[in-house]
């Protein structure tokens, strides 16, 4: 079964640092792109980040631009989001998804590690 | 960045009636080589969002035929034939074409 398990999430005070894991498991992941769409509590979604197959190409929402740094280990099949810097609006649940290429379209997610920066 | 706009924004459905919610987005997402990069996602109650149509059309794998999806350019719309109890949390559209992926507001259905 294709599954994504995400850690790391919990309470970080403002301008901190936060590191968010995504083990994979069921597929091949070095195959597929992945990415980070985060959720603010009873808000709609957000697209954080995408990396490649590779690592070689990696892209941002503005908001987290220069503060969150996306990255992966295809041999521990595992996806990382860094985090620094943090602000109260990024507050959120971080949901690890597999990302299709071609097609452009999340066909697998995690349950989501909740974020709160607060102090 | 595409704006993506969401309509209704609430939908209570009865039963084994049907639903439809319309997405517009602010720029065309028709690539050139025919493809409208737009998605639905359905975010159940306490879950993660699951992907229910990609490419404006293509019923992902396991996806009741009870979902279809149409429209091209900037209007998109998801349509439940027949609405079940199953069906009930927020859909979402999101358009793929250009970084940043950008999300509608979402959609709650519930049932009558």
């Known amino acids: 079964e294709e599954e994504l398990l995400e850690s790391g999430g919990g309470l970080v005070q403002p301008g901190g640092s936060l590191r968010l894991s995504c083990a994979a498991s069921?597929?091949?992941?070095?195959?597929?792109?992945m990415s980070w769409v985060r959720q603010a509590p009873g808000k709609g979604l957000e697209w954080v980040a995408n990396?490649?197959?590779?690592?070689?190409?990696?892209y941002y929402v503005d908001s987290v631009k220069g503060r969150f740094t996306i990255s992966r280990d295809n041999i521990k099949n595992s996806l990382w989001l860094q985090m620094s810097s943090v602000r109260a609006g990024d507050t959120a649940v971080y949901y690890c998804a597999r990302y299709r290429i071609p097609g452009n379209y999340f066909d697998c997610w995690g349950q989501g590690t909740l974020v709160t920066v607060s102090s | 960045d595409i704006v993506m706009t969401q309509s209704p924004l609430s939908l209570p459905v009865t039963p084994g009636e049907p639903a439809s919610i319309s997405c517009r987005s602010s720029q065309s997402l028709l690539h050139s080589n025919g493809n409208n990069y737009l998605d639905w996602y359905l975010q159940k109650p306490g879950q993660s969002p699951q992907l229910l149509i990609y490419?404006?059309?293509t019923r992902a794998s396991g996806v009741p035929d009870r979902f279809s999806g149409s429209g091209s350019g900037s209007d998109f719309t998801l349509k439940i034939s027949r609405v079940e109890a199953e069906d009930v949390g927020v859909y979402y559209c999101m358009q793929a074409l250009q970084s940043p992926i950008t999300f509608g507001q979402g959609t709650r259905l519930d049932i009558k």
């Open positions: 490419l404006g059309s």
């Open positions: 069921g597929f091949r992941f070095s195959n597929y792109w």
């Open positions: 990396i490649k197959e590779d690592g070689s190409e990696k």
